[in-house]
């Protein structure tokens, strides 16, 4: 009975019962989160859900490996955390060890991909930041022509994009596994009827020529995975048109697999952004525990953080 409000919902009730009968935190966490959402939630929840099992189905996959691949991926950030409490450090400190243990490992790869698929209707901070990109890319003055999206995932984020601008956009995306781009081209070529120019790149984007500016630039979750994201940014400023802007998310305290650099604030993060030429026009600051600021930074509890950003 205690999954009865999700009755309207039964796709995502699949998901929810799945992964709360295994897990007794998440059971608290997600339960204690969906007190506090809308019916928008709900409604984006199911829909994920309706389309992402039909795509598993599809791959022979079940949801319940699915939804294996997130308790795994929150069982590994567990781990992660206690090794950063006791060391002080992140378990990686260099972007060749990620992509030898993650990246280039086919098998690890598609579980963390359906692992952050899953959690990005299950954790509040990953939802707020999907809400506030679908939020900016809805604003009318947006006139996009060439679209990039760095680090393409699940491919959930590059599909609302291709929702807004699709008729008059070319999209191009670059990632560095090959697994990555292959579920995504996937999950896309399955959600999306329509003839798009999408031009997908397997590739470092510290080390790929770009012969165009871009007029949008979507880099989620990217920085905190590479040796030097401040170079990544200066990069990123020289191929962003003059009016362009680029919606990035990163994290401080936030120990993982894959994770080598360590934010230790959210001014660490800000200030790299300055230093890169941007100004910031909107941002959300989003804690992972529902504490006060000040016990969150002392504890050196998880903060994502979220951002639109233009030329400064």
């Not at 939802?127 to 022509?145: P, R, T």
């Not at 080390?207 to 040796?227: A, N, P, Q, R, W």
Request: aromatic share 14%; net charge positive.
């Amino acid at each position: 009975m205690e999954l009865a409000y999700l009755s309207k919902y039964p796709n995502f009730k699949k998901i929810v019962k799945l992964v709360i009968d295994n897990s007794h935190l998440q059971k608290i966490k997600i339960l204690n989160f969906h007190k506090k959402v809308d019916k928008v939630y709900f409604e984006r929840a199911e829909e994920f859900s309706k389309d992402f099992q039909q795509y598993l189905n599809m791959q022979n996959t079940s949801l319940d490996t699915a939804t294996k691949a997130y308790l795994k991926m929150c069982a590994d950030m567990m781990i992660s955390h206690l090794y950063f409490y006791k060391h002080n450090k992140y378990p990686l400190s260099e972007q060749k060890d990620a992509f030898e243990k993650v990246y280039d490992n086919a098998n690890e790869m598609k579980s963390y991909v359906y692992g952050i698929a899953v959690s990005q209707f299950l954790w509040s901070t990953h939802y707020a930041m999907y809400s506030f990109f679908i939020q900016e890319i809805q604003k009318k003055d947006l006139d996009i022509k060439n679209y990039l999206e760095i680090g393409c995932g699940h491919g959930l984020f590059l599909f609302e994009a291709i929702k807004r601008f699709k008729d008059k956009t070319n999209f191009e995306i670059v990632d560095i596994s090959k697994t990555s781009i292959e579920i995504t081209k996937s999950i896309i070529n399955y959600l999306v009827n329509d003839k798009i120019n999408i031009n997908y790149k397997l590739q470092d984007i510290l080390k790929y020529k770009f012969d165009k500016k871009f007029d949008f630039i979507e880099m989620g979750e990217v920085l905190e995975h590479v040796d030097t994201p401040g170079i990544l940014l200066q990069s990123i400023y020289k191929i962003l048109s003059k009016n362009g802007k680029l919606f990035m998310s990163t994290c401080v305290d936030c120990p993982t697999i894959d994770h080598v650099y360590h934010f230790k604030s959210v001014k660490d993060i800000e200030e790299m952004i300055e230093k890169a030429g941007f100004k910031i026009d909107s941002k959300q600051i989003l804690p992972v525990e529902d504490l006060p600021m000040n016990e969150i930074i002392k504890r050196k509890i998880t903060i994502n953080y979220c951002a639109l950003l233009s030329k400064a």
